[in-house]
């Protein structure tokens, strides 16, 4: 947390906003509006708990942008949901969708609970209401949302299936991210850690660093740092250090990840601080990301990267695999200290490129193979990354500014051939 000024992860994405449209020569009538989330929906879901006691949550949904396609963005589940982090995440979602350019907005939703701590029928409970009460704003030409931090394929296929009660027919495209059984996309469930990978060896390749011999150090054991380090160790990185909420554990000759992963998910609630390896010490989630390695993917939560800790920083590459892990004064200080860093908007796309195949085979009714999907998937990020790579050393940039003058333009210039209504 900044030392000087409280951390509000929207100030983050006006000031990256303003930036970009200032090095592309906009006045401030161009991209005005971009600054502002369209629509914000808070509402108090009240759940008849286990025990019999009635409880209310509060939750929200937030579309911030409509211009190029409808809103689209994941539904978080943690304590600390509140609705400036949820404008933050919905305008990332926004300029993401830009860089990739897929034909969609962005848009956000959580609910502030403690998914660990709530039993699956209060969870389905929890997902239905609050679906039911964000009904009439969402759906496959408004608003699709997807998983992210605390919500999984399980909560998805609830989503539509409440969704489709209420519409009385089957609706698989308002939501993606679900059940291979209800409409979900093969190679959904890998699809942001296997971006993660993907712009990893992009990025080692663009700096002429071999794999051979480049550690990595992954803060995160949710779907994208687990899906992350597990495809990172597999293409050939020496991964020394992960961690999850209980804490980090480390070995500077190689974690075994594939028996990590296996461990971690035997069980729920098995965390790291009881993970019993060869050679392994246990560090704190600070220290995690101040080791010295190749690349750090911070694949937690916002603010993880900031002016405290900057400084300290070890690594040479660090890859956003969570939104908004590092804040503005975290960047400066990076930046001059020659740490390259490849933003979450483009690093961690992987996921919604593939909810966007997913919804196109759900309007289609149409399916996939596994192989197909990785391998568009892959032409994609292969592009966005070079279109980023090639704009920020033409205007000699830092990456997340080449990703946010190629993002802004899209957005900016969808909106103002559309006209501002009436
Ligand atoms: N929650 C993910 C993200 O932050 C995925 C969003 C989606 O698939 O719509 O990118």
């Avoid at 982090?85 to 300029?95: H, R």
């Avoid at 989503?159 to 993606?176: A, E, N, Q, R």
């Avoid at 996309?185 to 990893?200: C, I, Y």
């Avoid at 390695?293 to 990267?305: C, D, G, K, R, S």
Wanted: a neutral charge; one cysteine or more; hydrophobic letters at 40%.
């Amino acid at each position: 947390m900044s030392t000087t000024k409280k951390y509000n992860p929207y100030d983050n994405v006006q000031a990256v906003v303003k930036n970009a449209a200032s090095i592309l020569g906009y006045s401030h009538d161009d991209y005005e509006a971009v600054l502002f989330p369209e629509r914000e929906l808070k509402v108090s879901i009240p759940i008849r708990m286990d025990d019999g006691s009635v409880h209310v949550f509060e939750g929200y949904r937030v579309q911030h942008s409509t211009s190029r396609g409808p809103a689209k963005g994941g539904i978080r589940y943690h304590q600390n949901v509140n609705i400036d982090e949820v404008k933050a995440l919905a305008a990332w979602m926004t300029f993401k969708c830009a860089v990739v350019n897929i034909p969609y907005g962005g848009g956000k939703g959580g609910i502030v609970c403690d998914p660990s701590k709530l039993s699956d029928s209060e969870l389905r409970r929890l997902t239905r209401r609050f679906t039911a009460m964000i009904a009439p704003i969402i759906g496959p030409d408004q608003d699709i949302p997807a998983p992210d931090v605390g919500t999984n394929a399980n909560v998805m296929g609830w989503i539509m299936d409440t969704y489709s009660m209420l519409k009385g027919h089957c609706v698989p495209g308002v939501v993606t991210g679900k059940p291979l059984e209800l409409g979900g996309a093969l190679g959904r469930h890998e699809a942001t850690g296997r971006g993660v990978m993907l712009t990893t060896l992009n990025i080692l390749k663009a700096l002429d660093i071999p794999v051979k011999g480049s550690t990595a150090v992954i803060q995160g054991m949710g779907n994208v740092g687990s899906i992350s380090a597990k495809l990172i160790h597999k293409a050939g990185l020496k991964v020394i250090a992960v961690s999850d909420v209980s804490c980090g554990i480390y070995n500077p000759e190689g974690l075994n990840i594939p028996e990590i992963i296996e461990y971690l998910s035997a069980k729920k609630g098995n965390l790291l601080k009881d993970y019993k390896g060869d050679g392994v010490s246990y560090i704190s989630n600070e220290e995690l990301l101040e080791l010295k390695t190749t690349v750090l993917v911070p694949a937690a939560l916002e603010n993880q990267i900031n002016e405290k800790n900057a400084k300290k920083i070890q690594a040479k590459v660090i890859v956003e695999g969570a939104n908004g892990p590092t804040t503005v004064e975290a960047d400066e200080i990076l930046k001059k200290r020659g740490i390259i860093l490849v933003p979450d908007i483009l690093a961690n796309a992987g996921g919604v490129v593939v909810s966007y195949f997913e919804w196109v085979q759900n309007i289609q009714s149409v399916s996939w193979s596994e192989e197909y999907v990785n391998e568009r998937l892959k032409t994609i990020m292969d592009q966005a990354f070079q279109a980023v790579w090639d704009i920020a050393r033409e205007k000699d940039t830092s990456l997340r500014t080449g990703a946010y003058l190629i993002a802004v333009k899209r957005v900016v210039d969808a909106k103002n051939l559309r006209g501002i209504w009436p």
